[in-house]
């Protein structure tokens, strides 16, 4: 079979724009993500007996279920229990939140417990309240080395939304495989979205090792 690049010049438009709503669930889900998993991740290192077993409570039931079990369960079941429909872009949104929230936790939890305990201490010694100890001084330490983990969270949260086809939301899988059922060119359709996912993930990796670099990660 001749590979025919007139395939790919045709589903591009429609490729593009999955890959667009790609990036958006990706970006909008780790907004989110970086905000539950920072709440949690310090609820597990500072936290008292009861908030620690809250933490990792909801950290274990994330961490041991995939992704495509929570988006069905978040669009499907939700629904019954709370009697509220819950649109297909909702879904994936809310699904990586929770899902890259509870991995981004465990990437918080041990980049503050990584820093040297006489940093926390030297910061207390000085009058400071443990807040502003462990956001401007405990803090942009755990940050750099949170850097390298969450990049790689990110990118598999960008791999993770293709995996939202079960729903029917028009991300960049999901583009392919209707085209695919047009006209019948997977190897050129399937090379298309693989080229689009490369090229989305390259600059991602990109972006995060000129941050690495100038952050000079320790």
Do not use: C
């Not at 290192?45 to 077993?53: C, E, L, Q």
């Amino acid at each position: 079979m001749n590979f025919d690049w007139s395939v790919i010049y045709s589903s591009l438009p429609s490729l593009l724009q999955g890959a667009k709503l790609t990036l958006y669930i990706t970006l909008s889900g780790l907004v989110g993500g970086m905000t539950v998993g920072l709440l949690f991740g310090l609820m597990r290192a500072y936290g008292n007996t009861f908030i620690r077993s809250l933490a990792t409570l909801y950290i274990g039931l994330v961490r041991g279920t995939p992704i495509v079990v929570q988006v069905m369960f978040i669009y499907f079941a939700l629904p019954m229990l709370i009697g509220l429909r819950v649109d297909p872009l909702t879904a994936a949104i809310v699904s990586i939140i929770v899902n890259s929230g509870a991995y981004i936790a465990e990437i918080v939890r041990g980049s503050f417990q990584s820093v040297a305990k006489g940093l926390h201490e030297a910061g207390l010694a000085l009058g400071l309240p443990k807040w502003r100890v462990l956001a401007f001084v405990v803090g942009p330490v755990a940050f750099r080395r949170m850097v390298p983990p969450l990049g790689n969270q990110f990118i598999v949260s960008l791999k993770d939304t293709s995996l939202f086809i079960v729903i029917g939301v028009g991300e960049l899988t999901r583009q392919g495989q209707e085209i695919m059922a047009s006209n019948f060119r997977a190897v050129e359709v399937w090379t298309a979205v693989a080229i689009l996912y490369l090229l989305m993930i390259g600059v991602m990796s990109l972006g995060l090792r000129l941050i690495e670099k100038r952050m000079h990660v320790l």
